[in-house]
């Protein structure tokens, strides 16, 4: 399976813009870009995801590079309830057999 | 609605001993995943099932079993408690269909002491 790569760590002001990157230079064609985040001793919970195209929803935006191999997830206004592990994941629309990495851990400064 | 309803919350065993982990969910989702997160790492596959009588091996699947028999429920077993299994376990289902996503339940924490 495609690999990700994230930064370990970034950090954000409170209701500022935050660009969170992820590489995957070994893409497949069928992979759909996944983003998932976890907050302190939950479950994962769905951001987004795309496949070739710019995606918006009601909690971020996902830029997708043209020659897919990169990405950029976007929180528009962060919050402290933002504070979270990120996780880019590559996978089939199936929405299963995730493989994760270890993610970026989002710090939001009041 | 429900969503992914995981039991226990918490678990200690003793080594040796063996347990059930509980998985549901009330959204007719055909595929079911089971994943461990270690402290400081992402979640890691252990097993998986794309509908009920089907599972297959993830990335981590020794020392764990699991069965498919209704849409609903996918039980993860530990047969033999190693102190490596120590960890949090997260079940996750979805659709399977394009442009869905995956949800997950709160997760067991489990001691193996």
């Known amino acids: 399976d495609a690999k990700t790569t994230q930064p370990n760590s970034m950090e954000s002001n409170e209701e500022e813009p935050v660009h969170l990157p992820c590489n995957h230079s070994t893409i497949s064609g069928t992979d759909y870009i996944h983003w998932y985040r976890q907050l302190p001793s939950q479950g994962p919970e769905y951001v987004i995801h795309?496949?070739?195209s710019n995606v918006n929803n009601r909690m971020a935006s996902l830029a997708i590079a043209e020659d897919r191999k990169s990405s950029t997830l976007i929180l528009h206004r962060a919050t402290l309830r933002d504070a979270a592990v990120y996780y880019c994941i590559l996978g089939e629309d199936t929405g299963n057999q995730f493989y994760f990495g270890t993610g970026t851990s989002l710090t939001v400064i009041p | 609605n429900a969503g992914v309803t995981q039991t226990p919350k918490f678990q200690v065993l003793k080594t040796g001993q063996s347990m059930t982990l509980q998985c549901a969910q009330d959204m007719n989702h055909e595929y079911m995943s089971w994943y461990r997160q270690d402290p400081g790492m992402g979640l890691r596959l252990i097993h998986y099932?794309?509908?009920?009588?089907?599972?297959d091996q993830g990335e981590v699947p020794n020392g764990y079993n699991v069965s498919r028999s209704t849409t609903e429920d996918f039980p993860l077993r530990l047969l033999s408690a190693a102190p490596s299994q120590t960890s949090v376990y997260f079940c996750?289902?979805?659709?399977?269909?394009?442009?869905?996503?995956?949800?997950f339940g709160q997760g067991t924490r489990l001691t193996v002491v």
């Open positions: 099932s794309v509908g009920a009588g089907i599972t």
């Open positions: 996750a289902s979805s659709s399977g269909q394009k442009n869905t996503e995956a949800f």
């Open positions: 795309g496949l070739t």
